[in-house]
Every structure is written in structure tokens, then in C-alpha cells.
């Protein structure tokens, strides 16, 4: 029997939208047996974990926490200081270490033995500046020179080719993170030869209560020396240029040399996981080491990784 034509204007329309269905369908939808996950989106993100250990690196990571929790609320990052634990943390106390100095290999293989694999993640630079007057003479000074001037060995501007004047030793407050790392470093030498750990400050050193204190004195003083984060150094005084010994090419501390590792009273901070970061703890970590994260280091106190 021959089709109606007023049948035949419907129909074609109903093979066409059909056609056009099977078209920008997925092959992969067909059947109800389809469990693929989601990809996970920045909104989806939750969970909750802790950082745990050096209280000189905590600063940084509460910038850090507090920022990635407030673009994702499903996550809560708790920042505990601890100064004693080590490695060990990643037993399932803390899901990231947070370290500076870096642990000794004989602390990495007591965490291999306690089941552990540590997983290192360098996140940020820390480095002291030794400044001056920016008319004073001195300009390069070694390591060596430095802790003899602040244990009272070198007490004239004249013994280091200057000009005869007293040296006024100013230093940072005992115990502040600035003053643990001039001892170790620089007081008494650390990794060098000469290295001494018996070595005390000289009795004609005078301990700041603030690092901007110290920065008034040497605006003012051309036969002041004063120690402090670069981080914090500003236009008015004048890094002197430091070798570990004589004979190595002189650098200043800055952005660029402490990105480096070139300047000699520089150390890296680092993160610390059990094995490769996965999940949400890769993208906290991921973040920290992005261009935004690196931007957030000076808040903490200390150097980024990299410079634009």
C-alpha cells in the first residue's frame, strides 16, 4: 500500500533527530555497567591532614595552609610545631614533614628501617645578610672573618683593611630563628674546616630586640655590622660581599644568589612525605610550589624558589 505523504514530513523529521542523537553520543555510555569516576575539580577537593615538625618552617606552612583552605573548604590543614620528632612523623602522625635543616642520611635510613620512604620536596630558601654602612671600605668578608669579628677576635676595621675605627657588633635576638642559624652557620662555621662548635659570641656584642632596630643602627653607624634575614634587608645599608674561603668568587645575599644555593649562609626548606604525594596532599603541595604558592614564601619570612 503506497504512504500517505502527510505521513512522510513527520517521519523524516524523527529519523533526523534521531541520527542526531546517535551521533554526539558516547560510545562508552552504551550499558549500564559504566563506573568511571568524575574528575576531580578544585571544588571537590577535601580531606584532612597534618604538617608537622621544624617551628621554623611552620610560619611558612600556616601562609601556605590558610590560603589553600580558603579556596578549598572541604580541606583542613592543622600546622604543629615539633622540634624533636623528625622523620618519624610520617608514621601516620602527619602525612607531611616540614624540615629545615635537612635531615642527615643517618636519619633518613632510620626512617627506611622504620618502614618509612622519605620523599623530599624543596619549597622555599632562607638565607642572612651581613650589612653595613654603605661607605665602609670592607666589602668582602669570609665566613671565618665574620665569626672572628662577632666572638671578639677581630675588633677593628683596621685589621680587615679598613679604616681604623672599633667594630660595633650588633646582633639578633638570642633564640630567634635569624640568631640559631648565625650560630650554626657562621659563629661556628659550619661545614667548613675551621668548623667549632665551642666558639661563644665576644662580650662587646650587643643583642637587638628587633631586626629593624638593628637596621636603624647601621643607617646611622659606619662602623656597625649587623646580621639578618635577607629577606628583610632594605635600600638604606649594604650587603657585604661573603666567600667561604679565600679565593672563592664573592657573592651577596639576594633573590637571585639564595635561589641559587651559591651564597654561602643559605638553606633550603623542605617538605617531607611518606612516598609520592598523591591526592589531595599533591595538590596542597603542587600549590605551594606554584607561581601563586611562591609568591605567598615572604609572608612566611623567607625566600621563594625561583623569581619571575
Not at 574528575?39 to 621544624?54: K, V, Y
Not at 595552609?65 to 572541604?74: K, Q, R, T, V
Not at 639564595?258 to 591526592?279: H, K, N
Request: charge should be negative.
Amino acid at each position: 500500500m503506497p504512504l500517505n505523504k502527510k505521513w512522510l514530513a513527520p517521519l523524516g523529521v524523527l529519523v533526523v533527530v534521531v541520527l542526531a542523537v546517535l551521533a554526539f553520543s558516547d560510545p562508552g555510555d552504551a550499558g549500564a555497567d559504566n563506573n568511571s569516576d568524575p574528575p576531580l575539580t578544585t571544588d571537590s577537593l577535601s580531606g584532612t591532614f597534618i604538617i608537622r615538625g621544624n617551628s621554623l618552617v611552620a610560619p611558612l606552612s600556616r601562609v601556605w595552609a590558610a590560603e589553600y583552605m580558603s579556596h578549598h573548604l572541604g580541606v583542613t590543614i592543622t600546622v604543629i610545631e615539633d622540634n624533636t620528632s623528625g622523620l618519624s612523623v610520617l608514621d601516620g602522625t602527619a602525612a607531611i614533614y616540614q624540615a629545615m635543616p635537612q635531615p642527615t642520611p643517618a636519619e633518613v635510613e632510620q626512617a627506611k628501617t622504620d618502614g618509612i620512604e622519605p620523599y623530599e620536596i624543596r619549597i622555599a630558601s632562607d638565607a642572612l645578610s651581613i650589612i653595613r654602612y654603605p661607605t665602609n671600605p670592607v666589602e668582602l668578608l669570609t665566613i671565618a672573618q665574620v665569626s672572628a669579628i662577632y666572638s671578639g677576635q677581630i675588633v677593628n676595621w683596621k685589621e680587615l683593611g679598613g679604616n681604623y675605627a672599633p667594630i660595633r657588633v650588633y646582633a639578633m635576638p638570642p633564640r630567634s630563628e635569624a640568631y640559631n642559624f648565625f650560630v650554626y652557620k657562621v659563629l661556628h662555621m659550619a661545614g667548613l674546616p675551621t668548623e667549632d662548635h665551642s666558639i661563644q659570641f665576644g662580650a662587646n656584642v650587643i643583642f637587638l630586640s628587633t631586626a629593624d632596630e638593628g637596621l636603624d643602627l647601621v643607617t646611622d653607624d659606619p662602623n656597625a655590622i649587623f646580621f639578618i634575614p635577607v629577606a628583610t634587608v632594605t635600600q638604606e645599608v649594604t650587603p657585604t660581599w661573603i666567600v667561604r674561603n679565600i679565593g672563592d668568587e664573592p657573592t651577596k645575599a639576594c633573590l637571585e644568589t639564595t635561589t641559587a644555593g651559591i651564597f654561602p649562609i643559605y638553606r633550603p626548606l623542605f617538605f617531607y612525605t611518606d612516598g609520592t604525594p598523591t591526592g589531595v596532599i599533591k595538590d596542597f603541595i603542587d600549590y605551594c610550589l606554584s607561581e601563586e604558592g611562591q609568591g605567598k614564601v615572604m609572608a612566611g619570612g623567607y625566600l621563594r624558589l625561583f623569581y619571575p
